[in-house]
């Protein structure tokens, strides 16, 4: 596979680690009054779609940035890459201007 | 038709005409007590039992496509009863005796052979780590031999026992372990349940559930609606799509693990060899070629093939294990989808809707539980508890915190 990583172009996979889903970017709020169930579905329950999905990649043997990788996973097809940085701050300002 | 050596002799006089097919092609029916979702290993095996153990009657297996054409066509045939922690040295355990008695209780040959596991170590705490869990294994009634270096250099003398980084030290032999013929297992478990009355339904693909105020009442199928009293959905590889049809979530990835067979060669591996210092095991088939494999990909997938970095890696593992291995031709690869669960250890297990059961996330090694997982299942479809070696797989686990996390990794599926 080959990551089209938005700043150094396309890379081999094999210089990246994989973490898995991209919702592993939302951790829930420690504070809440459901944490205890939210750290659990957060950190045991997956989608684990059949299809298109967003994971996370980090390009360990480059230059070490989290990566939002949309791939499908019933072909192994790269359709879009994000800096992860890049999708959790536009989330952050959209929750902001909620 | 029971199968022997007599009637063998009376085929072969006749031209083999008088052999006839191994189990029925019949329709569905309008509803069953019981409906097993997966014709593979594990539902064929829990339809036999629920069949035979527990006098379940009006079963039905579901298949999508056609029966043992899923992971217990795409395994590497291996069994054994060597895990360290509690909740799963019992099962698999139960599962060896199980294996042992297979051929006889089937009436089939499924070619089952204890031709020994040895799994190497390199280094000092890798021997005290064998050490402690070969003893958890003789608690458990299993067996398990430390062999030093020497012991080893005798049953494998062609090993690369001097590798200046991974020198190899000894090992820890698991005589009763050994390999199936895995096809022969689908099979022998379909033409028993069948012989007892199970409906063994193909091009069948469930399509979604049924379900009213918390109770399941059926299955929708691509051959129409199926009533049923209990489900039980054993389809590793697909849990995760088979759940969300009826609303879950589970603890579960799926991941492609690659598989390798080599051209035939003169016997030369007589067990199975496990390496300690990289992810990598072979034995020989009855046929000649090797067979042997290593880590998953390492990314979700369902597309039952990897890629070439893990074939590098494998091949890699294997040459500096086994350097012979490099004069070998690689005849075949290819891919299984896994249900990698978030601490390595399965699920048999009831839902939260009524009705509905749940055998799944055995990582990549579902096809060694296969007996038991069957059994197992069939007495909690049959009695709504767990069986005694099975009572730990629990789907609720990490919220109890009751993890069976064999290799200490934590809810990471990829290093399971």
Known sequence: ?98 | MRYSALRLIKESLIGHKGWGAQWRDPDPKDAYDYVIIGGGGHGLATAYYLAKEFQGARIAVLEKGWIGGGNVGRNTTIIRSNYLLDGNEPFYEFSLKLWENLEQDLNYNAMVSQRGILNLVHSDAQRDAARRRGNAMLLNGSDAMLLDKEGVRRLYPFLNFDNARFPIKGGLLHPRGGTVRHDAVAWGYARGADQRGVDIIQNCEVTGFKIKEGRLLGVETSRGYIGAKKVGVSVAGSSGRVMAMAGMRLPIESHVLQAFVSEGLKPFIPGVITYGAGHFYCSQSDKGGLVFGGDIDGYNSYAQRGNLPVVEDVVESGMSLIPGLGRARLLRSWGGIMDMSMDGSPFIDKTLIEGLYFNGGWCYGGFKATPAAGFCFAHLLKTGRPHETAKAYRLDRFMTGHIIDEKGQGAQPNLH
């Open chain 1, 1 to 98: 596979m080959i990551i089209n990583h938005p700043l150094l172009g396309p890379r081999d996979a094999q210089e990246f680690t994989y973490l898995g889903d991209a919702g592993l970017i939302n951790r829930p709020y420690w504070l809440s009054d459901n944490a205890m169930r939210g750290f659990h579905d957060y950190l045991h329950l997956r989608d684990n779609p059949a299809g298109l999905h967003r994971e996370l990649w980090f390009h360990e043997q480059g230059d070490r940035s989290w990566l939002v990788v949309t791939r499908d996973t019933t072909t192994h097809e790269i359709t879009k890459v994000e800096l992860a940085r890049d999708v959790a701050r536009a989330k952050r300002t959209a929750e902001a201007t909620q």
